[in-house]
């Protein structure tokens, strides 16, 4: 079978992984057959809220009988495909995303196509056949001339075994980790900190697993929360996502309000979770394709300035597209949110989405002001950032310290860390200053404001800057001074 789906004109092919099975079952069934098969599974990785469960299967195991197994069991269901894509495992369900146009008849296409509404955000609507087939089903749906497009609708469980690493403090190497803080120094943050305090009115969304909104250094500043996974005003982190906290307070921890202040501090903070990490011994976010798309789509139309997005989502999609490119074009009554998203942490090519034209593009830098490779010598081999043409900027990404969850809910034992580490460190920096620089001139355009970013940053590290810019540092290394300076005098 052809598993194919169209972005615009291009078709992307995805192939099944034969290395991971996923099931349904409820939580009795999951138990048991997790037991039966413990000597097959390298890792089982649950998705919550979807009834599925996700088994990576030794190399020497047999997938015919992990299927077989499942099969016997009365009440568990064998899923499949799965696809790998990159860092990431994609499963796609029975349900499709379909853009509908303007003044479509969507009912009469529905009943032909023996279709059920799930959900929908406007135009763009997530559906369900009874017969599942959600490749097959796209594919019919684009020869209707009302609709846009149409795709499966996946959910994502992206691993970030660089996280595992970084708690249990393993593949780590000389020499010592560098001085708590060294990213403000590299960056000159203090000294764009006395050229301009952030302005609460510009707002910096964090787009992640969710915040701590009652950390004393979030409280005052939080304008608003959203959960996109639920559709609703209300949101909270699971115990162990301690993600979205630590973004919050590197791109907008509020000054004077602890050892942390981010690089935005004074500037309003808006929050949107699209994802959680499956469970407290998993690095594994799980989101969906819809979840991305409303989380975009909230937090443009609640008036961010800057969106910050510490992750990727595997393979691409239509709907996170045209919800970046309505952000980037319609937000700020038309002036454009910048939108920051962190390349990755494989050591490959960039990741989607901030491989798409237009975002702003942030790799990692280590305490050097070198590229974070996989050999650099930084005192970590577990993680690299992830480089390319697309690559605009890059920032520290290394033993960066920052806000944590508080209490026995967080990372550490107290209400900071030290070692924030990964693409998803650099990312909010780069909101929080770009942030600062619409403080100090709020009237620029988002193509203005990347510019600025772009000509103001360092040429460091041992690499060649061709026509200005490199793939692996972009335009250079963040400086936090320099852009709020031309940020005020543009």
Request: charged share 20%; with cysteine.
């Amino acid at each position: 079978m052809q598993y194919a789906y169209k972005i615009g004109q291009r078709e992307v092919s995805l192939t099944p992984d034969d290395d991971t099975v996923a099931f349904r079952a409820g939580r009795t069934a999951t138990a048991t057959l997790r037991r039966r098969l413990a000597d097959h599974v390298a890792d089982a990785v649950p998705v919550r809220g979807r009834g599925l469960t996700l088994l990576q299967l030794h190399e020497s195991s047999s997938r015919d009988h992990v299927r077989g197994v499942i099969a016997d069991h009365r009440t568990a269901r064998h899923h499949a495909p799965v696809f790998k894509v990159g860092g990431h495992h994609l499963v796609a369900g029975g349900e499709v995303l379909v853009r509908f146009r303007d003044g479509a008849r969507v009912e009469p296409i529905l009943r032909k196509a023996r279709l059920s509404t799930i959900d929908h955000l406007g135009n763009l609507y997530e559906l369900a056949h009874a017969e599942g087939r959600p490749f097959d089903i796209a594919r019919d749906l684009l020869e209707h001339p009302d609709v846009v497009w149409a795709e499966p609708h996946f959910t994502s469980v992206h691993h970030r075994p660089h996280l595992l690493a970084a708690r249990s403090r393993s593949g780590r190497s000389r020499p010592e980790p560098p001085p708590a803080g060294y990213e403000i120094a590299h960056t000159r943050a203090t000294e764009a900190w006395a050229i301009q305090t952030g302005d609460p009115e510009v707002l910096v969304a964090v787009i992640d697993e969710g915040i701590q909104k009652t950390h004393p250094s979030l409280r005052s500043i939080v304008a608003d929360t959203y959960d996109a996974t639920k559709d609703r005003t209300r949101q909270r982190p699971n115990p162990w996502d301690f993600h979205g906290t630590a973004c919050a307070g590197l791109a907008a921890a509020a000054p004077d309000s602890g050892p942390i202040r981010g690089f935005g501090g004074g500037c309003g903070l808006l929050c949107a979770k699209m994802g959680y990490t499956a469970d407290a011994g998993s690095g594994a976010l799980v989101t969906r394709t819809l979840w991305i798309a409303r989380a975009l789509d909230w937090a443009r139309r609640r008036g961010a300035s800057v969106i910050s997005c510490s992750w990727s989502a595997g393979s691409h999609s239509n709907a996170i597209v045209e919800a970046i490119a309505d952000a980037r074009t319609k937000g700020r009554d038309g002036r454009g949110c910048v939108v920051a998203f962190s390349a990755g942490n494989m050591g490959d090519d960039v990741d989607f989405p901030a491989s798409t034209p237009g975002v702003l593009t942030v790799s990692a830098c280590n305490q050097f002001d070198e590229p974070k490779t996989g050999t650099s010598p930084d005192g970590q081999r577990f993680w690299a950032s992830n480089f390319g043409p697309e690559v605009d900027l890059a920032a520290p990404g290394i033993w960066i310290s920052t806000l944590d969850n508080q209490g026995r809910a967080g990372e550490g034992a107290g209400d900071f860390i030290h070692d924030f580490n990964g693409t998803s460190s650099s990312t909010p920096m780069v909101a929080g200053v770009a942030a600062l620089a619409l403080s100090a001139n709020p009237g620029l355009t988002e193509e203005e404001l990347k510019s600025v970013l772009r000509e103001t940053a360092d040429k460091v590290g041992s690499v060649a800057y061709v026509d200005g810019r490199n793939d692996q540092m972009g335009w250079g290394r963040l400086n936090a001074a320099a852009a709020v300076t031309v940020a005020k005098g543009a």
